[in-house]
């Protein structure tokens, strides 16, 4: 589980294509990860392989993680074009006593979306990007979305038949740490909905009689969050 709030941005140094699948070599400057810990790069959820030192930096050494993407994680996002040279956002995983300053992430992308417009808004940045009609009930304004891994609250939604759009303002802090910085127009990025937002809707698309609980679970309930000191 991942916040949204990106930790560096990387470089793709290296892709293999292995079959219908790809290993990509990512450049970064953590010097302590580990083996099998999962890694969003551009907002796609991937598994650290190998970590290997790649030499000197100008801030000290440069490492370097090895990741498997899938057919899935492929045609899904858009690491399916990530050539070396490329820059990534990066986030390591949410630990349990960290703060959570972003939203929920999970890593795995819905859609890659194309960014429509871009434009000053005061010192911030207005931008708006596609929304396929399939998600269009998972976005909300003033509702989460992570763009390449980053966290954002949107701002206003507008449906259309086939496609409608959604805009965020950027603030400039979070335009210099990522990847979104010069984001040019026309570009494809990688989409996650709220995941809360997808709970909450296959709840409510559920039989109603599948959405009937039993009072006695209800107070069950109450009262553990009584106890736990969350009311």
């Known amino acids: 589980m991942f916040t949204g709030i990106v930790e560096q941005i990387g470089t793709v140094?290296?892709?293999?294509?292995?079959?219908?699948?790809?290993?990509?070599?990512?450049?970064?400057?953590?010097?302590?990860?580990?083996?099998?810990?999962?890694?969003?790069?551009?907002?796609?959820?991937?598994?650290?392989?190998a970590v290997r030192e790649t030499g000197k930096a100008p801030n000290g050494k440069a490492f370097a993680f090895?990741?498997?993407?899938s057919p899935e994680t492929l045609e899904r996002s858009t690491l399916r074009e990530a050539r070396p040279g490329r820059a990534v956002n990066l986030e390591r995983a949410?630990?349990?006593?960290?703060?959570?300053?972003?939203?929920?992430?999970?890593g795995h992308v819905d859609a890659r979306v194309r960014l429509l417009s871009r434009k000053a808004w005061g010192e911030a940045?207005?931008?708006?990007?596609?929304?396929?009609?399939?998600?269009?009930?998972?976005?909300?304004?003033?509702g989460s979305v992570a763009i390449d891994g980053v966290s954002l609250t949107v701002n206003h939604v507008r449906d259309g038949e086939a496609e409608g759009d959604f805009d965020v303002v950027v603030i400039p802090h979070t335009l210099r740490s990522t990847t979104l910085v010069d984001l040019p127009v026309g570009a494809q990025v990688n989409l996650e909905v709220d995941v809360l937002a997808r709970y909450v809707a296959r709840r409510l698309e559920a039989p109603s009689d599948e959405?009937?609980?039993?009072?006695?679970d209800d107070e069950s309930l109450l009262r553990a969050l009584r106890e736990g000191g969350y009311l």
Request: glycine content about 8%; some cysteine; overall charge positive.
């Open 211 to 216: 959405r009937r609980t039993d009072p006695a």
């Open 94 to 106: 949410l630990r349990a006593d960290s703060r959570l300053g972003g939203h929920f992430v999970g």
């Open 125 to 142: 940045t207005e931008l708006r990007f596609a929304l396929p009609r399939a998600l269009a009930r998972f976005v909300a304004p003033k």
């Open 13 to 49: 140094v290296a892709r293999e294509p292995r079959g219908v699948a790809a290993r990509l070599v990512v450049a970064c400057t953590w010097s302590d990860l580990v083996l099998g810990e999962s890694i969003p790069v551009a907002g796609v959820c991937l598994t650290v392989d």
């Open 66 to 69: 090895e990741a498997d993407a």
